[in-house]
């Protein structure tokens, strides 16, 4: 059985060419921003900690630019990393995150991702 819950974060996925060009202190902002929107979209959705769980991230773009899913791996953890910090998982390796999904949607004028926490019970 699964508890679903969701957020959704409005801010431009990061892929990794992004990352590994950053110097590291603008990189360090970078996360802490990521790690405050997933906090504040946490506690505006009500979201609820689990200790095991199966993660759905949806990336959303505004156009159909080609793109490789697994440079957003950047993105996946800093969104990871802020449900930690934001005390929805204890942690975040394999004893807590059984699973991870990627897909796109595309919605002209929009940037996010759509995050969907499957609790496992």
């Not at 902002?29 to 609820?48: D, F, H, M, R, Y």
């Not at 697994?70 to 005390?87: F, P, Q, R, S």
Request: net charge positive; hydrophobic share 40%; glycine share 4%.
């Amino acid at each position: 059985m699964q508890n679903m819950q969701m957020i959704t974060i409005y801010e431009k996925p990061y892929s990794l060419n992004e990352y590994r060009n950053e110097h590291y202190i603008k990189l360090n902002k970078i996360k802490k921003k990521w790690s405050n929107a997933v906090e504040l979209a946490c506690l505006w959705n009500k979201i609820k900690p689990v200790d095991k769980c199966e993660l759905r991230f949806t990336f959303i773009f505004g156009d159909r630019k080609r793109r490789d899913p697994d440079n957003y791996a950047a993105t996946v953890k800093m969104i990871i990393d802020g449900l930690v910090i934001a005390g929805i998982l204890p942690d975040d390796n394999f004893n807590h995150v059984a699973k991870i999904e990627m897909s796109i949607e595309i919605q002209k004028g929009v940037e996010g991702v759509k995050v969907e926490i499957l609790g496992v019970v």
